[in-house]
């Protein structure tokens, strides 16, 4: 099978033939025919978590897919042979599956149906960036008129923010840039700032002099990159990259915890089903071939990506 691998440990992904795994105990192989691209692929194929989660190489990069099951293991009821589905590459040690290719062989804890009205391009764009959003969302527990900073709402995980937030009657206020403004404003997003305009805080500060009742911070990895100044007294922060640190809010005044997405086959079903009803929009900007995934993987690298990418693969 056609699969983007990194060969060895510090080598470039590359498009090569491998061999097509075959299924064991609670596992479902999947014909693939779209993934979803995530800033985590580029980490990975770095080598940025090696330490934590070894890898093996050749290490097969990608996490989201959407396809047709090929075979499943001992032990899989709930989706069988021709199957329509929608899984993810739960990240467990050793790492070195992944769903850029023709075959992937997923964990049957994150693989669902996917329902008939979702094609499979916008099904391969849903689960882990849907799922830390949602993540992300219950974790500051927003209420009805709120006010809700969202930093970093232009790519994937923001544009699920974005919606999820405004679904519960929150005023949502978005940083991205100047051309993410009719998007995101489309997407329920009450106020774009442009990051790239000046400071974010003091952009902020001068259309909401109060401050907002809650946070979440989808680009810093540390509380004092996050404009936490921003959040008022008993306000609530959440992160997708750690920047929540329990301490450095508790000094603020605020409590807040960082997040992990957890795109097992109960999220996944439910975020689709959501698509399917009209209440969720899959944000895809760009769709390329397989043999143009290191592009994707590029933009993504680059802090320019807008929206979702995904990878079709099969006819």
Known sequence: MRALN???????PRLSDLPVPAPVEDTVLVRVKAAGLNALDNALAAGMMAEMLPHVYPLVLGRDAAGVVEAVGA?????AIGDEVIGHMLLVPPIQAGTLAEYALLPAAAVTRK?????????AALPLAAAAAKAAVDAIEPRPGQTVLVVGAGGGVGSYTVQLLAARGVTVVATATAVDTDRLTTLGATTVI??????VAQQVATVYPDGVDALIDLVAYTPDTAPLELVRKGGKVASTLGAADEQALAALGLTGTSVMATPVREVIAELAE?????TLKVDITTVLPLEN???????LASGTARGKIVIEIGD
């Open 6 to 12: 990194v060969p060895a440990a510090g080598e470039q």
């Open 75 to 79: 032990g899989v009821d709930h989706v």
């Open 115 to 123: 329902p008939t009205g979702l094609d499979f391009t916008a099904a």
């Open 194 to 199: 442009d990051y790239t305009a000046g400071p």
């Open 274 to 278: 959501q698509v399917t009803a009209g």
């Open 293 to 299: 995934a290191t592009d994707g993987l590029a933009t």
